[in-house]
């Protein structure tokens, strides 16, 4: 039998990650998160992560240095982030995006990391 349940999670009201990001709904292979982001440090670390992460920009922008390339997103922006990928933003500006990551990066701790 296939899984016919439907999730709705308000954001208002989602669990909040260390890293600040929001999560928001998750099935079995993907999973997003809303992150809500002021300028921070210049410099933050180079990370790699254990899962595929594709993003989108509602409003602001940021820099993603991934693997010696650096592009700048902007609202209406999208981007993808490959798996074990070394990488790092940079918020520029006030920032709203969504990502979604598969599988799901809350599983295990996995954005802990």
Do not use: C, F
Request: net charge negative.
């Amino acid at each position: 039998m296939n899984d016919t349940s439907v999730k709705k999670v308000d954001s208002a009201h989602s669990p909040q990650g260390s890293m600040g990001q929001k999560y928001l709904a998750s099935g079995v292979t993907v999973s997003m998160r809303l992150w809500e982001e002021s300028p921070t440090q210049p410099d933050p670390q180079p990370m790699s992560r254990d899962y595929e992460v594709v993003g989108y920009v509602i409003k602001g922008s940021a820099e993603l240095e991934l693997e010696d390339q650096k592009i700048i997103l902007n609202a209406g922006d999208s981007w993808v982030v490959p798996k074990e990928a070394v990488h790092r933003y940079r918020i520029l500006e006030p920032l709203v995006a969504v990502e979604a990551t598969a599988p799901p990066a809350h599983i295990h701790d996995r954005d802990q990391k």
